[in-house]
Structures are given as structure tokens and as C-alpha cells.
């Protein structure tokens, strides 16, 4: 499921055995990740999760830091919202109230994220329109476009090529887990990651489990049904089993939908 943190808890139901067990696992999935072509200033023109299509524009560069100067002396608030902004900020904040707990405060930082990335986005879009206007951005600002299609994602965490033989008890240490944001208006250069796209609907959570009996009960139901306890969706999985680098077991369930979410 889509989210910021890779490590996700939630309930496995066995097909007949009708016996609920919760885990933490980790998120596997087919993630690009898309490199600067050049050094500069880069703003976006996606928001986080949107769907982006080859030729679409997803961010600028601009090598001399003019746009930055200039969104710093121009009150980009005076830009009122359009009928379907707003309602897509009202949808967004609705979304939120109903599946609100007050246990997870880590979801008003998601919440908080994804407010900026919607006010970035319009922002940014809203200058856009001005760029031809303003003579003193003339040439120096370069427009890079989506050369892949995919779901767009604004963070790295160094486990985009993790597989699930690779998946071991050491990272589920929250601890030593870190998400590096890849915000706007930044410095980047030639070769730094801007973006990372995922295009696939099928994706896998991964887990050691130290009771081998368990798991083989896991194997022989092969499909289970998962429960996620952070927003209670549940979809089927298919169960398989992999020895990992260190010789634990790890359950594998592999889904065929539902990653944007």
C-alpha cells in the first residue's frame, strides 16, 4: 500500500483455518528511480501518488536560481483556487477525518506532506504560466518531461531494489529507517535522484517468521486474506515461502492490485 513508511502492520486471516494473526511486513515493489539530466534549481509540476503519463512535464531546472528569487518576491497566494481545487483539497481533508485515529500521529505528518505537495504543485503550476512573461527567466529554465508512465513518488529510502531473499529481521528496526524527502526549490545535480515512479498494479509485502509451522500452515492455504490495519483494507494474497540471506523464513504474499493505495 502506498505510503511513506515501507514497514506496514497488518492482520492475515487463513482461508479455512479462520485465524487471525497480526505482523509487521515490508512493502515490495517496482520502483524507478528517475536521475537529474543537469544541475540546478528544480521545481515540480506533479504531486505526490499523481498519475503521470510519457510527455507529461514533471519538473524544471533552472541553473540560476531565478525562479527561486523570484516566487520569494511574488505573493503566489493572491492566485485563487479553481472549483476543482478546491475540491480536491476538501476531498483530501474529508479522507482524513474519517479514517483519523488519534493514536497515529504519524499521519498528520502525512497529512501535513501531502497538503504542501497539492499547494507545490499549484503554486508552481501558476508560475508556469508566467515563465514566457518574465524576460529574466528567458533561457535559463529547463522543462524535463516524464520519458515512463507511472504513479510519481517524492521520497527515497534506500530500499527501492530490496528483495524478499533480502528481507530480514535487522530492517524492521524503525530506529535506523529513514525516508529522505526530495522536496522543491533544492539545489540538485547532474545525476541526483529528482523522482521515483512505480508502474505496476502487482506488488508484495515480505516478513521473516520464526515459527516455521506457521508458515508452512501459510504455504499449504495459499491464498490468505490481509487485513491493513492502518486504513482496514483487505484484499487476498498469494502465500509463498523464501530462506533469506541469513537463513530465516520469510512469507511472501504477492497481490495483483491495489499498490496506489
Known amino acids: 500500500f502506498f505510503s511513506k513508511e515501507r514497514i506496514v502492520g497488518y492482520e492475515v486471516r487463513e482461508g479455512t483455518l479462520m485465524e487471525d494473526n497480526r505482523f509487521e511486513a515490508i512493502i515490495l515493489r517496482d520502483e524507478k528511480l528517475v536521475q537529474s539530466e ?97 524576460s529574466s527567466l528567458n533561457g535559463m529554465v529547463k522543462y524535463h518531461y516524464a520519458k515512463n508512465s507511472g504513479n510519481v513518488v517524492f521520497w527515497t529510502d534506500g530500499l527501492e531494489e530490496l528483495t ?37 498494479e502487482k506488488w508484495s509485502v515480505a516478513f521473516p517468521l520464526a515459527d516455521r509451522e506457521l508458515a508452512q500452515r501459510y504455504l499449504e492455504e495459499e491464498v490468505v486474506e490481509v487485513t491493513f490495519l492502518k486504513n482496514d483494507i483487505s484484499i487476498w494474497g498469494t502465500v509463498s515461502l523464501v530462506p533469506n540471506t541469513v537463513g530465516e523464513t520469510v512469507v511472501v504474499l504477492d497481490f495483483q492490485s491495489g499498490s496506489i493505495n
Not at 531473499?165 to 540538485?188: H, I, P
Open 164 to 200: 524478499a531473499t533480502e528481507v530480514t529481521s535487522v530492517l524492521f528496526d524503525k530506529e535506523k529507517y529513514a525516508v529522505n524527502e526530495l522536496t522543491g526549490n533544492r539545489l540538485v545535480a547532474a545525476g541526483d535522484i529528482v523522482y521515483k515512479l512505480f508502474n505496476s
Open 38 to 134: 543537469a544541475t540546478g534549481y528544480v521545481s515540480y509540476f506533479a504531486a505526490e501518488r499523481e498519475r503521470i503519463g510519457v510527455g507529461n512535464l514533471v519538473y524544471t531546472l533552472d541553473e540560476s536560481g531565478a525562479i527561486l528569487d523570484y516566487t520569494q518576491t511574488v505573493n503566489l497566494s493572491e492566485n485563487s483556487l479553481s472549483k476543482n481545487e478546491k475540491e480536491d483539497f476538501r476531498d483530501t481533508l474529508d479522507d482524513f477525518v474519517q479514517k483519523y485515529n488519534p493514536q497515529d500521529l504519524r499521519s498528520l505528518y502525512q497529512l501535513d506532506g501531502t497538503l504542501q505537495n497539492k499547494t507545490q504543485k499549484i503554486a508552481n503550476n501558476n508560475l508556469l504560466k508566467s515563465l514566457d512573461s518574465i
